[in-house]
């Protein structure tokens, strides 16, 4: 069996089962942007050296030819089987352990998910609390020095971080429904950009440019089983395969598209809900955007 030398770092955190180098590329990009807040100079290079020790390796040379090993090995699952791997073991229950309160501080802050996201992290006593924007702050707890999860039992959701030498977390991974998003920490202006160009939307209750087109080609799509995936992010893609057949059988049942009516900006994740009426059905659509023409999520459910 194949031996790795690790640095001695205390507290490193270890690889997933299945490493993806492109996670690790997310990673280091993310400690770079933070980095250069506070020294426009610094380098990708220190920025990935930081995430190998992270991981207990001395250089991220050594930490790239681990990974690379590890997922090319002839037992490295698809995207699909890993999304249902992580699935089940974010669904897990989970067990709470004592960690010293004084690591809590060094993770208190603002990650940026996405340009319309942000999660939000408190300390609360000796405990942390976390916002998804949009949402409400939610009780944390340790399953160990760095990952964290949901107290309320409902949510299958965990947040890991990230440190750098001084104790101060660069980044957190949300994993949740089959899927790990890593977001870098971002100072408290751009957190409160961020949220207020979200309000201001919701605000305007318009649609994004380009999201009923977006529509009108999905649903088009649909209906004839010849999806473009490269219009769909990938989280997308992987939902709208899996359920295909399903859905081209009911939208085929429905008949055609009557009228498509936008009732306005969801307050929970920030989606454009259109009203679809079918010759046969009323739909509720829920559309957010990764770009001009990709759909970032989409969903549908039938009206009475």
């Given at each position: ?18 490493p993806?180098l ?25 920025a ?10 001395p ?46 501080d060094?993770y ?36 160990s ?41 971002v ?30 080609r ?54 454009d ?32």
């Amino acid at each position: 069996m194949a031996v790795s030398v690790r640095s001695s770092v205390a507290d490193v955190r270890p690889l997933p089962e299945r490493p993806s180098l492109e996670h690790l590329r997310n990673e280091a990009k993310s400690r770079l942007k933070f980095l250069r807040a506070s020294d426009p100079t610094a380098q990708l290079s220190t920025a990935q050296l930081e995430i190998a020790r992270a991981y207990g390796f001395p250089s991220w040379r050594r930490l790239h030819a681990e990974v690379t090993r590890l997922s090319s090995s002839p037992v490295f699952e698809n995207a699909l089987t890993k999304s249902e791997r992580l699935r089940i073991e974010q669904a897990l229950s989970r067990q709470e352990v004592a960690i010293d309160p004084a690591i809590l501080d060094g993770y208190v802050g603002y990650y940026e998910l996405n340009q319309k996201s942000i999660i939000s992290v408190q300390r609360e006593g000796n405990e942390l609390i976390a916002r998804l924007t949009g949402q409400t702050f939610l009780s944390l707890a340790p399953e160990s020095n760095s990952k964290f999860f949901y107290r309320n039992s409902h949510i299958c959701a965990q947040l890991s971080f990230i440190t750098g030498i001084e104790g101060i977390a660069t980044t957190v991974t949300l994993h949740q429904n089959g899927w790990e998003q890593t977001a870098g920490r971002v100072e408290e202006d751009r957190a409160k950009f961020v949220e207020r160009l979200r309000e201001e939307r919701q605000a305007a209750s318009e649609p994004l440019p380009g999201s009923e087109d977006a529509l009108r080609r999905l649903i088009e799509l649909t209906r004839t089983g010849t999806p473009d995936y490269a219009l769909m992010s990938e989280r997308l893609a992987h939902f709208f395969k899996e359920q295909l057949r399903d859905n081209m059988r009911a939208m085929q049942a429905w008949g055609d598209v009557i009228s498509i009516k936008f009732l306005g900006v969801s307050k929970t994740d920030d989606s454009d809900i259109f009203e679809v009426d079918f010759a046969a059905a009323r739909t509720e659509w829920r559309l957010t955007m990764a770009g001009p023409e990709k759909i970032g999520t989409a969903s549908i459910r039938v009206l009475p």
